[in-house]
């Protein structure tokens, strides 16, 4: 498996075109990436990778590089690809692999696949996701770990289970577990003379539920005649029936108004007006079902935790303090402040931080318990034979409700809310000496956090240290843990690594604690200290997500090939059917190398032996993966460091890592040239018919020109772009193209220039142009799929399809004065003659596309307006042609006064008339040269096309003579009118209107205009 030799095949070559130079299924792709914004494939949950692809995309890009031209994709899609000889031993190679979406989609097409990535995390868990295992033996293997002694001679899984341990307050069963002990941080107020603690809550509700109970309706009381709801099923996220407050409105239910209600699941039941115990007459009522809607409060007075029911107002009185307080609002007014309810001191909080001594953080303490205890769940256990997938027979645990037990808590599965009581808290501090008593023989990383982009935010809350971010309870349980995965000699060791490593994701003091679910360290990308945070049990309870425990049934569901792979179809509407056993995983011997590498030097492959490349680089500094996966690699390599050489440094590395990262001094311009020299190798590495296929963010402006540049450096000619819409599609008809995100899907071939020959730009415009046309119909006669495409889409493989004939002459264009022609003018004229003919003004005929960009804009969107106009319509209408300040310098907008400058104004003619006059009065009259053509003047401002309109414009306003104006404009009369006649047309204006037609009609006098 390491001689890359054999990975290498012997050399194939493809004559015919593939069928991703020509088109891609988009707009059906789409649909199904929308479905899968986040990889659900089993085998792409096994670990966290950062902006993970969407595999479906990936799927596609390789069958369509290696169907031929006119092969319907969307068939192949849903085939079984693991004997087909178009995709079978193509040697495929990700220099950017990440989380390994190519790497696993080519293996399933039979591929044989070469994955880099620097990053060793990266490596370790695509390595994980593809190598064979034998699924029964790994489950031994975790039934073994579960079962191996620590120090204190329990077995792994009573001792993590034991430090999460709390007595049921229903049941009094001490062996009830903790799904999760809740955090609050607290300030030290600022104000010298306060210095109190002040809980960090940005309000006290602990969590909410709405539960849907059976219940009959308006039941008669016997004994009082009054009506009342008699509930056979509990609500309540409480054990304590006497720490339940109702509201005046709501409290019985959605649509039950405030009536009274009592539970009972047996046959008789307590009447809330009177007291008194019956069995009511049921003949008039029959069983329904309702929503409850119930919230755990916690008192900042008292500390109780109570339930309240119905919709939570503003003013709740503690039941047992008789406190008055509004739940909604806490200590923190808006986000990174505090207020003291002492002594009404109001501050930042990273103030109070910065007056810690010692770089201490910030104090944190425990005010709630979510527990589970199965004796009040209702749940009874019951093994019952079952038929496995091989015939074989497995012995299996349901549960069965037993109605027979009935408690507050049955409903809710035996959960329940409660305060910390003194045994919890000893418990803790039991955890916390052992802790400090053992740590010198347990593995934890020591390490410092690095300064960086992501991890600066938590050093200024004084986290300079990854173990800090634990706490001593944690990390009693992570290490404990690791420790028996470390014992674990087995080669299988690495499965029980990367569900260890997933667990510390949600097992830390940064993870949020909302309703049930936490929100884990890496919500979005960063590391963010949290004011509140919600301690999981670490091994796992039968509730609670993302413990050790159901890291390991996704392990083991990712590694089971009868599961991991299928596809989704989208049936009529939103429906979905999974279409599953398709091309599996093989465990072929040598189908695959993975190396933690850096890519910008493969030296270890031969030359020409790769067939595509196919990848998803880094974008500038977006995602910032070193830094991250830090978090992951200090845990990791006390397991790895000796086992291999990419675990032995202290951290990931960041000095080769291709990033924008302005910590570490990385600028966009070290991010171009480490795209650029990847690409380099890439093309040292295809073959001469291969493709590099790759997605980039899609973004107007610096980034995108700057990656175009690195390719066409690198020596490939861009030959195709496609969309790829991870969001719902209705923003896009927006044409708000601002604030859309999508990926563009980037085809790329070698660029075989067989002579240095020059071009002229004019000539190949000429070709761009008609390529373009023919483009636009074959996006109408259906090549991309039967559905529409949206404009924005279309623009964009237009502008892709141009950019092959610019790209295929790279650096050999010239303009009229022998100039090369920059990529960054050619991509700007190229996306005006998009407009231009995708627009359907037909009265803008094509001879305008000569007069310059900044005339082009105005005149085309701005020459008839006279009001200010909004900065997004601007923005809008310049597309990407144009840079707004090239407008503001042309002179003809300028920043408007309204919406403290978020509007400009577009300048009227006789408001230029002066500035244009100046600009004619030092330029000598240009001359016609021998080929008809009117030569360029340079001068110190430029003349625009533009403003010989408003010139002519303004003169005829002032009642002046324009003859000579238009005498000397002769060369371009044509241009002079139609663009006359288009403001005619467009301007709702009838003095303007009638203006521009007196100028025609001088025109028209005047032969010499015609
Ligand atoms: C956008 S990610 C790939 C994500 C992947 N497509 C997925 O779906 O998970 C880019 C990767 O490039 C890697 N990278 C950055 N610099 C590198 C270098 N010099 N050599 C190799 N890989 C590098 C990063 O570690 C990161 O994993
Ligand atoms: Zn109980
Ligand atoms: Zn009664
Ligand atoms: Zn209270
Ligand atoms: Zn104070
Ligand atoms: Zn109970």
């Known amino acids: 498996m390491d001689n890359i030799g054999e990975i290498i095949g012997v050399e194939k070559t493809m004559t015919t075109k593939q069928a991703i130079e020509e088109s891609f299924p988009i707009v ?139 007595e049921c307050s229903c049941c009094g069963n001490k062996d009830a577990d903790i799904i999760y002990t809740f955090w609050v941080k607290s300030a030290v107020c600022t104000n010298p003379l306060c210095k109190k603690e002040v809980p960090l809550f940005s309000n006290y509700v602990v969590a909410q539920k709405s539960p849907s109970i059976r219940f009959y309706k308006d039941v008669k009381c016997s004994l009082c005649a009054k009506t009342f709801d008699w509930e056979i099923e509990p609500a309540s996220l409480i054990a304590e029936s006497s720490l339940t407050i109702n509201n005046h409105i709501d409290s019985c239910g959605l649509g039950r108004g405030n009536k009274r209600h009592n539970f009972s699941a047996k046959n ?9 115990t019956q ?21 900042p007075h008292c500390a109780s935790i109570f339930q309240y029911r119905g919709t939570v107002s503003e003013n709740v009185s503690c039941p047992l303090c008789k406190f008055e307080f509004n739940p909604q609002t806490g200590n923190v007014p808006d986000k990174g402040k505090f207020v003291c309810p002492f002594c009404g001191n109001k501050d930042r909080i990273i ?84 802790w400090e008593k053992e740590k010198d023989n347990l593995p934890y990383p020591k390490q410092e956090i690095p300064e960086g982009c992501n991890t600066n935010q938590m050093r200024k809350h004084n986290y300079l240290f990854w173990h800090q971010m634990f706490n001593p309870r944690q990390l009693l349980c992570l290490s404990t843990l690791l420790q028996s995965i470390i014992e674990e000699t087995n080669q299988m060791q690495d499965f029980l690594l990367l569900a260890f490593g997933r667990t510390l994701e949600n ?47 996704r392990v083991l569901e990712g590694k089971n090939t009868l599961v991991q792979h299928y596809e989704m179809r989208i049936k009529s509407g939103d429906s979905q059917e999974k279409i599953s056993n398709l091309d599996r995983l093989l465990n072929k011997k040598n189908n695959f190398q993975l190396k933690a590498a850096n890519s910008i030097s493969l030296n270890w492959i031969p030359q020409k032996t790769i067939d595509f490349v196919i990848t998803d680089p880094p974008y500038g500094g977006n995602v910032n993966y070193s830094e991250l996966s830090d978090f992951f690699y200090v845990w990791l390599r006390l397991a790895l460091s000796k086992k291999y050489v990419e675990f032995s440094p202290d951290s990931t590395p960041k000095v080769e890592e291709i990033i924008e990262n302005p910590t570490r001094g990385m600028t966009a311009s070290d991010f171009e040239r480490g795209l650029k020299q990847v690409f380099c190798e890439c093309y040292r590495l295809l073959k001469d018919d ?82 373009a046309r023919e483009e636009v119909k074959l996006v109408e006669s259906g090549r991309y799929g039967n559905e529409p495409l949206s404009p924005p889409d279309i623009q964009i493989i237009l502008t892709g399809k141009c950019l092959e004939l610019y790209s295929a002459h790279y650096e050999n264009i010239i303009d009229h004065e022998n100039n090369p022609v920059p990529l960054q003018q050619a991509l700007k004229e190229i996306k005006a003659m998009v407009d231009q003919i995708m627009s359907p003004e037909e009265d803008f ?71 244009i006059l100046e600009k004619f009065q030092d330029v000598p009259i240009p001359q016609t040269n021998l080929f008809g053509e009117v030569e360029a003047v340079k001068t110190k401002r430029k003349i625009y096309f533009a403003d010989k309109i408003q010139l002519l414009l303004a003169l005829i306003m002032n009642k002046e003579n324009i003859l000579p104006w238009l005498e000397r404009f002769r060369g371009e009369s044509p241009q002079v009118r139609i663009a006359l006649q288009f403001i005619a047309k467009k301007s709702k204006d009838k003095e303007l209107e009638s203006h521009t037609k007196r100028i025609i009609e001088i025109m028209d006098v005047g032969p010499l205009f015609k």
């Open 279 to 299: 069995t009511p007459r049921l003949s008039f009522s029959k069983k329904e079902r309702k929503k409850v809607v119930l919230s755990v409060l916690y008192c």
């Open 28 to 166: 059906k792709i789409n649909q199904l990436a929308q479905k899968e914004v986040i990889p659900r494939r089993p085998i792409y949950k096994m670990h966290r990778w950062f902006a993970r692809r969407t595999s479906c995309v990936f799927r596609a890009i390789l069958l369509s590089a290696m169907k031929p031209a006119g092969a319907d994709i969307m068939q192949e899609f849903y085939k079984d690809h693991t004997n087909d000889p178009d995709t079978n031993g193509k040697v495929i190679l990700d220099p950017f692999m990440g989380g390994g979406t190519t790497v696993v989609e080519a293996l399933r097409l039979g591929c044989k696949v070469i994955g880099i990535d620097l990053n060793p995390v990266a490596w370790f868990i695509v390595k994980t996701e593809v190598e064979p295992v034998d699924i029964d033996k790994l489950k031994q293997v975790f039934k073994d770990l579960e079962n191996r002694r620590t120090e204190s001679g329990k077995t792994v899984k009573k001792e993590l289970l034991s430090h999460y341990k709390t």
């Open 845 to 915: 005929p094509l001879q305008m596309e000569d007069i310059g960009l900044e005339s082009y804009v105005w005149l085309r969107y701005l020459s008839w307006y006279k009001t200010e106009i909004k900065s997004d319509d601007v923005h809008k209408v310049v597309k990407g042609i144009l840079d707004v300040q090239d407008l503001l310098d042309s002179g003809l907008i300028t920043k408007g006064r309204a919406k403290r400058g978020r509007t400009y104004e577009v300048k009227q003619p006789q408001q230029r008339l002066p500035e």
């Open 351 to 434: 103030n109070s931080i910065r007056s810690l001594p010692n770089n201490q953080l910030l104090p944190t303490a425990p005010y709630a318990i979510e527990g589970y205890c199965p004796n009040c769940s209702g749940n009874i256990e019951e093994e019952i034979e079952e038929e496995g997938l091989f015939g074989e027979t497995i012995k299996k645990t349901t549960i069965k409700k037993d109605v027979a037990h009935l408690c507050q808590l049955t409903k809710n599965n035996g959960k329940f809310f409660k305060r910390l009581d003194s045994a919890d808290i000893e418990r803790y501090q039991r955890a916390v000496k052992r």
């Open 690 to 771: 291969g493709l590099l296929i790759f997605t980039f963010h899609h973004a107007e402006g610096e980034t995108w020109k700057s990656l175009l540049r690195a390719i066409c450096d690198a020596g490939f000619e861009l030959i195709g772009v496609y969309p790829i819409h991870g969001e719902a599609e209705t923003s896009l008809h927006l044409m708000d193209k601002q604030s859309i995100s999508f990926d563009l899907i980037h085809v790329c071939k070698k660029r075989i220039e067989n002579s240095a020959e020059k071009r002229s730009w004019a000539g190949v415009r000429q070709e761009i142009r008609k390529k």
């Open 507 to 553: 097992r830390n003091m940064f993870t949020r604690g909302r309703n049930d679910t936490a929100e884990g360290v890496f919500g979005f990308h960063v590391f963010q200290p949290k004011l509140t945070i919600a301690e999981g049990n670490i091994w796992g309870a039968d509730y609670g997500k993302y413990s050790f425990l159901k890291w390991v049934e």
């Open 268 to 276: 008789d039941v307590k009447c809330p007006w009177c007291e008194k």
